[in-house]
């Protein structure tokens, strides 16, 4: 089986997809570890001060505005970061179709070099 040009340059995107993996996973990890932590402690603040101002009309003006342009960024992001470290945990050890590709491409390519060297 001969490869095409643009067959290995998708072979050799693939393997370096797979082996950037390694440190890619701890990135995303952290990323959204991250963006949990800090939207969490926003959306936590901000009802707080929300629950601290107890009806006093004046007093609710500010927290009323912060709530409505933090609230919608709050809704995104949490679930965005949640998502992220769902996806990487469940994909911690790779992508075991690439994986699995890889190997049958590597196995077929030792296979026909051992039988040009016997020949």
């Known amino acids: 089986m001969e490869l095409t040009g643009q067959e290995m340059k998708m072979v050799a995107r693939l393997r370096r997809d797979e082996r950037c993996?390694?440190?890619?996973?701890?990135?995303?990890?952290?990323?959204?570890?991250?963006?949990?932590?800090?939207?969490?402690?926003?959306?936590?603040?901000?009802?707080?001060?929300?629950?601290?101002?107890?009806?006093?009309?004046?007093?609710?003006?500010?927290?009323?505005?912060?709530?409505l342009f933090l609230w919608p960024k709050c809704i995104i992001m949490l679930p965005i970061g949640a998502g992220l470290i769902g996806w990487t945990l469940g994909h911690w050890?790779?992508?075991?179709?690439?994986?699995?590709?890889?190997?049958?491409?590597?196995?077929?390519?030792?296979?026909?070099?051992q039988d040009a060297h016997i020949a």
């Open 21 to 67: 993996w390694s440190w890619l996973r701890w990135l995303f990890l952290g990323l959204g570890l991250f963006i949990l932590v800090c939207y969490g402690f926003l959306l936590f603040s901000m009802l707080e001060r929300l629950k601290s101002v107890s009806y006093n009309i004046n007093a609710l003006g500010p927290g009323i505005v912060d709530f």
């Open 93 to 113: 050890q790779g992508n075991g179709q690439r994986k699995l590709l890889l190997r049958l491409l590597d196995a077929h390519q030792n296979g026909v070099t």
